[in-house]
């Protein structure tokens, strides 16, 4: 049963020609509700830092920069499973309410009656404790405290999460309902993720319970129909979708037989857009199969390519691609298979080279290039002094490289003409588009100097640049020497 006590908050999504289930459960909002958007709870609980513990107010500003939607979509799984939603919101209220007076701290809140400590300052660590300690991953070491309300499974019982399945990739409306399988839902935690935010869904009585963190005026809504969740979620979150089941019960069944299908029949689907970093992501192991899959066609790797440029928001799916893909290899010093497959495809779609050295030059959000974030994951091995350093030759490096060199001749003269230009180009001005790529400050003197990667390729494209060159000219020739000689 959903604890009634104190305001329940919800709003239902139901259209009028859809006729209401009877629930046991009643979700309907009870009063207004202004200003829960997840940034503002954060603001409160960053100012009972500043009052309470000053010198964590920094490590908590860092932790909550860019949202918790991870953290606050977990807690009210957890809450919705264990018949405490509304108890939750109101804990959100409280927060959100606080005149941020520190003598108000010390008021006894009613939803911590019983406990020891049942003060207002009780509550906001209590709700800091949740929001805070979810990361962006459930693993099996989530457990909380031994506390009254402090629940993580139906049962009341602290339990550990004892299974976790995650399918990952780009879905269209049909798919997503496919897969959002009740008996999957129901009495366990789901998250339906993007690159960048986490919604909440659980399943109660017939009901759809679907948590946004920004939400602002309601704590969930409530659907009484798969296809209108579904809407929701897209038009929050969009096609590229991560889904992530725990349960807490070695028992219960947790199978996205469709995806399965999805696999076998439907894999080029799969690797649109962010669905390709999304699965090289959470499933690796099908990534390979996929990329071979959607590059049999012309159009397959203009897909592929469009799909290594995504962007969500400031982050990059060429890095999360390498990131993620670089776990299949079974040792540091090789470069999986996938991720170079990726690269050659992308090279035979239209401007592929230039797709490439962008995702290569450009920043992701933490101000870092693709070129460097890869070269943290190359072979470190340990120096005669004992000291760990990093490896000289950079397999990456080297199969991109490869990968340019082996695809090089269907590249046309204009576009190599073009990527040589931007590249000598980068050397001199800050707004050439290969200024990440093509130099980096001097820790000598403050200059700048040219990277052993755009050197190498300057080689390999004048090199090719001057053969075609060369053959023009020798072609011209022939041309000359073989036509007809006027007779005097």
Partial sequence: MIDRTGPVAGIYVTPPSTPRRTSTHDFKQTEHI????????????????????????????????????????????????????????????????????????????????????????????????????????????????????????????????????????????????????????????CLICSPNHALGLSYISNTWVLHDPNYDKEFYKVFYNIEFVVNEIIKILGNALSIHVASFSNDKIIEFPYYEHMLKTKLSSLTIGFGLALMARYVPEHLENAVDSTAESKAGCDQ??????????????????????????????????????????????????EMVLKVLSEKDESGSTGWHNTKFYVTKHVSFFGKMIRAKASPVKKAILDAIATAINKIDTNTLERVVNHLYEAYKSEDSVYRHLSIKPSAFCGGIKKTNISKELLVILENELNSRTHEEKRTLLLDVENSPRSVY
């Fill in 34 to 189: 202004d200003g829960i958007h997840q940034a503002i709870i954060l603001g409160k609980l960053i100012k009972f830092i500043e009052l309470t513990n000053p010198s964590k107010t920094q490590k908590f500003q860092a932790l909550f920069d860019g949202g918790r939607c991870f953290g606050f979509s977990t807690t009210f799984c957890l809450m919705a499973n264990s018949s405490k939603l509304a108890w939750w919101s109101a804990a959100k209220i409280a927060i959100v309410s606080w005149d941020e007076n520190a003598s108000t701290l010390s008021q006894v809140s009613p939803l911590l009656e019983g406990e020891t400590d049942s003060t207002l300052g009780a509550l906001f660590r209590r709700v800091l404790k949740y929001v805070a300690k979810y990361p962006a991953e459930l693993d099996s070491k989530i457990i909380n405290p031994n506390k009254r309300i402090e629940v993580i499974a139906p049962n009341g019982n602290i339990e550990l999460i004892k299974q976790l399945k995650i399918i990952g990739g780009n879905f269209d409306q049909f798919d997503i309902v496919e897969l959002l399988d009740e008996k999957n839902i129901e009495d366990n935690v």
């Fill in 304 to 353: 592929i390519a469009d799909a290594l440029v995504a962007k969500c928001g400031e982050i990059t799916a060429f890095d999360s691609i390498w990131r993620y893909t670089r776990a299949l290899s079974p040792s540091t010093t090789l470069v999986p298979q996938s991720f170079v497959k990726i690269i050659k495809y992308c090279l035979t779609a239209a401007h592929g080279l």
